[in-house]
C-alpha cells in the first residue's frame, strides 16, 4: 500500500504544479479551483502516506533524535508537510478572493506556488514508476 500511495502522491504533484502555474497565470475561479482542489487531494494522500511510510513512522519513534540531526527524515517530518498544510490554506485563500472578484487572488496563488516549491523533495527520483 505504501508504495501505490507513494506514487499517486508523486504524480499529483505534477498536476498540482500544472495548476498552480496555470492559476498564476489566468486567476479565475475555474483555474483556481483545479489548483486548491487538487492541493487538497495531495494533501488528503500525503497524511495517509504518512500513515504508512516506514520512514515517517520510524522518525516519529525518535523526534528529538530526528530534529536535531538535518537530513531526509527530518524534511518529511517538519519542513514538507507544514509547507504544504501552508499552501493548502494561501491556494484556498487565492480561490476566495477570485471568487469574491478581488486582485489580490494572484498573491495568494504566487506565495502558495512558491511555498510548494520549497516543501517539494527535489532530492528524490521525480518520477516514480
Do not use: C, D
Request: hydrophobic content about 60%.
Amino acid at each position: 500500500m505504501y508504495e501505490a500511495v507513494l506514487f499517486l502522491h508523486n504524480l499529483v504533484r505534477w498536476a498540482v504544479l500544472a495548476f498552480g502555474f496555470l492559476a498564476l497565470w489566468r486567476p479565475g475561479a475555474k483555474e483556481g479551483t483545479f489548483f486548491a482542489h487538487t492541493l487538497t487531494l495531495q494533501v488528503v494522500l500525503g497524511i495517509l502516506l504518512a500513515f504508512v511510510s516506514p520512514l515517517f513512522q520510524g522518525a516519529l519513534a525518535s523526534l528529538e533524535a530526528t530534529m536535531q540531526t538535518p537530513g531526509e527524515a527530518r524534511f518529511f517530518v517538519a519542513e514538507h508537510w507544514v509547507g504544504g498544510l501552508i499552501a493548502l490554506g494561501l491556494a484556498h485563500a487565492g480561490l476566495g478572493q477570485v471568487r469574491k472578484g478581488k486582485p489580490r487572488a494572484r498573491l495568494f496563488f504566487a506565495l502558495a506556488l512558491g511555498l510548494l516549491l520549497l516543501s517539494i523533495p527535489w532530492f528524490r527520483p521525480l518520477l516514480r514508476f
